[in-house]
Antibody, heavy 116, light 107 residues
Framework: EVQLVQSGGGLVQPGGSLKLSCVAS????????MTWVRRAPGKGLEWVAN????????NYVDSVKGRFTISRDSAKTSLYLQMNSLRAEDTAVYYC?????????WGQGTLVTVSS | DIQMTQSPSSLSASVGDRVTITCRAS??????LAWYQQRPGKVPKLLIF???TLHSGVPSRFSGSASRTDFTLTISSLQPEDVGSYYC?????????FGQGTRVEVK
């Protein structure tokens, strides 16, 4: 069974940093691109970033470029999102997902709240 | 970036009704389109990919179609468990982009 188990959310002040983690199991992690998607309160889904199977290619939505870094560790079958210089508009539930086109499996989501 | 314009933003229909949601891409995306369902308080679920291919385990009352830059999600017979928000997403280019969503309610 494919599982994506997330951790690392919480409350952070504007300008602060947070790192999200996602541990994958039930499939060959190194065979798949991985993606982060978020949903802000009262808003729709927003694609954030994706990373190639071997980590050699990364893509970001413009609003997070230069502030967020997506990474992965095949030995730990884990996906990460390092978020720096956080803003109020980054407040959202963040989802770890499998795939680069369509996302066929999703983590349970983790809430990130940016507020003073 | 490719803009995805979804309509309607919300709808209310009766159990058994046929429901249609549309999504228009700002430029050609071939059939690189997926549909997702997010029930209240739940994680999004993939319904359809490649515009018309039903994901494993998704009920056959869901279907997708495409015509150039216009895409349609149809629920042939609305059920109470179909309440939630529906999103289209293009994956022709990066950044991937979602439609703004359609909220579906049952009368």
């Amino acid at each position: 069974e494919v599982q994506l188990v997330q951790s690392g959310g919480g409350l952070v002040q504007p300008g602060g940093s947070l790192k999200l983690s996602c541990v994958a199991s039930g499939f060959t992690f190194s065979d798949y691109w991985m993606t982060w998607v978020r949903r802000a309160p009262g808003k729709g889904l927003e694609w954030v970033a994706n990373i190639k199977r071997d980590g050699s290619e990364k893509n970001y939505v413009d609003s997070v470029k230069g502030r967020f870094t997506i990474s992965r560790d095949s030995a730990k079958t884990s996906l990460y999102l390092q978020m720096n210089s956080l803003r109020a508009e980054d407040t959202a539930v963040y989802y770890c997902t499998r795939g680069t086109g369509w996302c066929d499996h999703w983590g349970q989501g983790t809430l990130v709240t940016v507020s003073s | 970036d490719i803009q995805m314009t979804q309509s309607p933003s919300s709808l209310s229909a009766s159990v058994g009704d046929r429901v249609t949601i549309t999504c228009r891409a700002s430029q050609g995306i071939s059939n690189s389109l997926a549909w997702y369902q997010q029930r209240p308080g739940k994680v999004p679920k993939l319904l359809i990919f490649d515009a018309s291919t039903l994901h494993s385990g998704v009920p056959s009352r869901f279907s997708g179609s495409a015509s150039r830059t216009d895409f349609t999600l149809t629920i042939s017979s609305l059920q109470p468990e179909d309440v939630g928000s529906y999103y289209c997403q293009q994956y022709k280019t990066v950044p991937r982009t979602f439609g703004q969503g359609t909220r579906v309610e049952v009368k």
